[in-house]
């Protein structure tokens, strides 16, 4: 059974900070996806990543992929407030397209 | 990408009653997937839905308590039965879609509160 274990699960950071979460899986993935989620909202995409050594970046958010280390983070750089939400890595494996989703990380920035 | 609408976007009901709730998407997918969000948790797979076939149910959810149908391959039901207060949850769908590159989009969410 496929296990996704995001850390910390709370982090609270004063703007400008950078910080790391940290995404860890238990099996080979086909992919894997952040989410980012409002309070009361729906998941906005943020990162599809598909193979080993895979960097995306959006903005402050970058994102890679070790998939030998089975292994995701998601690097915050000079945090602004507006990036106050929750965030999820989710996994997909097995060739079913069906993701199994982490724990959830969330994320405070402090003015 | 693919656009998703979820119908209603909540409701507050009375337990014991049933909720169907309608996921439209604007185009043709072959799966579709239901996941449930209890307050302040992650998101847990409920079912997957194939158009055509009935619908591959996850461990810890049966198809009498939540009945799926996927009549095409732009629509699906999911049904919340004899609901409890333990049901309160959001309820998302899902597709895999993609032009590149398959990826997956949820809808808005259904969020249901049960008295």
């Known amino acids: 059974e496929l296990k996704v274990e995001q850390n910390p699960l709370f982090l609270s950071m004063q703007e400008g900070k950078n910080y790391t979460i940290y995404c860890n899986y238990s099996t080979t993935s086909d992919r894997l996806y952040w989410y980012r989620q409002d309070p009361g909202k729906s998941l906005e995409s943020l990162f599809v990543l598909l193979s080993n050594g895979a960097v995306k970046q959006e903005g402050r958010l970058m994102a890679s992929l070790d998939t030998k280390a089975r292994l995701s983070t998601l690097h915050i750089t000079a945090a602004v407030h507006d990036l106050s939400a929750t965030y999820f890595c989710?996994?997909?494996?097995?060739?079913?397209?069906?993701?199994?989703f982490g724990t959830g990380t969330k994320l405070q920035v402090i003015p | 990408s693919a656009v998703i609408s979820q119908k209603p976007s909540r409701d507050i009901c009375q337990r014991g009653t049933s909720l169907t709730i309608q996921c439209q998407v604007d185009?043709?997918?072959?799966?579709m997937f239901w996941y449930r969000q209890q307050p302040g948790q992650s998101l847990t797979l409920i079912a997957t839905a194939n158009q055509g076939s009935e619908a591959t149910y996850e461990s810890g959810f049966v198809i009498d308590k939540f009945p799926i149908s996927r009549p095409n391959l732009t629509f699906s039901t999911l049904t919340v039965s004899n609901m409890s207060p333990e049901d309160s949850s959001i309820y998302l769908c899902?597709?895999?879609?993609?032009?590149?590159?398959?990826?997956?989009?949820f809808g808005p969410g259904t969020r249901l509160t049960v008295l």
């Open positions: 989710a996994v997909e494996s097995g060739g079913y397209q069906k993701v199994t």
């Open positions: 899902s597709v895999v879609a993609g032009i590149v590159y398959n990826e997956q989009f």
């Open positions: 185009s043709q997918v072959t799966m």
